[in-house]
């Protein structure tokens, strides 16, 4: 089993900046895929980033490349998402994901996953 606990959303402007962290316990957490996808009201949830166990190969849905950066670090149990230039349409609530080796676009591919965190962006 692991847990996983997202914070760092809240309410921020067009234009602005947000870190999401997602904290993880439980077993081993460094061999770990971990991905963040996003789910706005009314849609499915979607891939934002994925990244490997090691943080050397990283993965980015189309809208997310150039704006967001995901990296972790094993030593914390912790996985972020660094979000810059937020749009209106970035507002969702943001979930991690683990599973096995998997750091891809389907949900499919994880096993367990965060409550989430909202993100909000006023225009």
């Known amino acids: 089993q692991v847990q996983l606990v997202e914070s760092g959303g809240g309410l921020v402007q067009a234009g602005g900046s947000l870190r999401l962290s997602c904290a993880a316990s439980?077993?081993?957490?460094?061999?770990?895929?971990l991905g963040w996808f996003r789910q706005a009201p009314g849609k499915e949830r979607e891939f934002v980033a994925g990244?490997?166990?090691?943080?050397?190969?990283?993965n980015y849905a189309d809208y997310a490349k150039g704006r967001f950066t995901i990296s972790r670090d094993n030593a914390k149990h912790t996985v972020y998402l660094q979000m810059n230039s937020l749009t209106p349409e970035d507002t969702a609530v943001y979930y991690c994901?683990?599973?096995?080796?998997?750091?891809?676009?389907?949900?499919?591919?994880?096993?367990?996953w965060g409550q989430g965190t909202q993100v909000t962006v006023s225009s």
């Open positions: 990244i490997t166990w090691s943080g050397g190969s990283t």
């Open positions: 439980g077993r081993t957490f460094s061999n770990n895929g």
């Open positions: 994901a683990a599973g096995g080796t998997y750091y891809g676009r389907s949900t499919l591919g994880y096993n367990y």
